[in-house]
């Protein structure tokens, strides 16, 4: 029993002692540190800080809310909608700007000068073609994944060993048993780490879209709660949108994991 429980406990006490790990508590415990005393200090205008007492509070009012979940489901759909749509079409772009030298000389650079271009400048032109409803918001999360996404289709294309292409064409795979049998698995490393890149930046561009022009959604909810300077609601919300973030590219990365996994 005594060895069972020096096995239980030594992969925690290593976890604990590793330095990195008590870096990162030290620095989460640095920063609650100094928020509540700046919080507590008045140096900043009233509520612009709120205690975490405040915040704590304002979260609990928030996850109890049945009405806050409904704008969840909302936000949730409209990204995954302009995930689903912008990853695939950005799949498929890099898959053919990969495979074809041509094409890759001619329109990548567009897609690296127009990938860091702020997304939000085409809302109104999103606007214009889907309306202000849920279109525009899922158009504005599918542009903002789809730069990210090609481009890492396009480079692991390029990674791909050509032994696996030749194997490939000599059991004379047509184009789509090619890319599902050849190039999605050998290149899904650089694959999941361009939707992980996307999923991030498809957030962002459906929050700020909600935030333009919407009565829907945790953008505008955030939005309403800083217009009524409702400081420990807002900080409460995007508490909440910081760790489905989080959660939400532990899931991705986990799934691109998935074949180091050990088997029996």
């Known amino acids: 029993m005594a060895e069972t429980g020096r096995l239980t406990w030594a992969p925690v006490r290593r976890a604990w002692g590793d330095p990195v790990t008590r870096l990162r508590i030290a620095i989460v415990l640095t920063v609650l540190v100094v928020w509540e ?13 709120p205690s975490l007492r ?24 409209e990204v995954a909608t302009g995930l689903l749509i912008g990853g695939l079409s950005g799949l498929v772009v890099g898959l053919i700007l990969g495979a074809n030298r041509v094409l890759s000389r001619s329109y990548e650079p567009l897609l690296y000068y127009l990938g860091p271009t702020p997304k939000i400048i ?21 542009i903002s994944c789809f730069f990210p996404i090609a481009l890492s289709a396009a480079a692991g294309m390029r990674q791909i060993e050509e032994v696996y292409i030749r194997v490939g064409r000599s059991f004379r795979a047509n184009t789509w048993q090619m890319a599902i049998k050849i190039y999605l698995p050998a290149m899904r ?12 930046v498809a957030i962002i561009g459906t929050l700020l879209a909600e935030t ?36 939400a590219n532990a899931l991705i990365g986990r799934v691109g994991r998935l074949d180091r996994l050990p088997t029996r």
């Open 212 to 247: 333009k022009l919407s009565n829907r959604g945790l953008g505008f909810l955030v939005i309403q709660a800083y217009s009524l300077f409702d400081m420990p609601r807002m900080y409460a919300m995007l508490i909440v949108l910081f760790v489905l973030a989080i959660g």
């Open 189 to 200: 490393h650089p694959v999941i780490n361009g939707v992980r890149l996307g999923l991030g």
């Open 37 to 49: 005393a700046v919080a507590a200090s008045g140096l900043l205008y009233r509520d612009v800080v």
């Open 122 to 142: 085409f809302f109104p032109i999103m606007i214009m073609w889907f309306g202000v409803g849920a279109g525009s918001k899922v158009a504005m999360g599918a």
């Open 54 to 77: 405040a915040i704590a509070g304002a979260l609990a009012k928030l996850l109890s809310n049945p009405e806050y979940y409904w704008h969840l489901a909302v936000t949730a759909g």
